[in-house]
């Protein structure tokens, strides 16, 4: 019985050293997580008399992939008689599929949140503040691009005796590289004051566990 146990077990964490792109993918889109925008700048209390209405916020729906990918990029397994290694690497890019909220949403108040926090004018002020304001704009803000991608791996190994057996699992994800293109046009009167393109990227930090 002790010998059926030890091959069942064996086998078990052979497989479990053998995770594959299909099974991590829909493990990340069954862990659907929430963006949180990083308020990091400096608070400017300082506002000019200059109002901004933020008339829309619009996502291509070409602009983030819809599914998840992920692609093993390296990766073996050593069966021995007492201890079992393995080791694998994925590259991960992230579709709308992981993200718990619209992105339009997160867009839109997470601009309007940073307006107010370090911008020199007025956001969607109020009617009263609108009034006493000495120029009037409307900003459109739209989403041509917007990509996630990191690599994590997965390596483990198990020691099998007679008598007992330990084993260990280790994960490491990232660092993700987000990458945003964004176009934003300001108007005065319906006319076109500036109709520029913004690049930007950024680089998070390794997750580990």
Known sequence: MRNY???FLLL???VVGCSNNK????????RKQYLHYVHDSNINNEKNRIAVTLDSVRIHNSA???????QKTNGYV???LLINFWDYSYECDLGKDVVAENLEDFFTESFVNESKRSGDFLINPSDSLLSECEAEYNLRITVDSLSVKGPYSYKGNAIITPYAYAYSIY???GPAVAKCVINAQLQKNEQIVIDKRFKTSQISAFLKN
């Open 5 to 7: 146990l030890l091959l």
């Open 12 to 14: 078990t964490l052979t």
């Open 23 to 30: 099974s991590l993918a829909s493990n990340l889109k069954n």
């Open 64 to 70: 983030m992939t819809d599914s998840t990918k992920v």
């Open 78 to 80: 050593i069966p021995l």
């Open 171 to 173: 994960e490491i994800a």
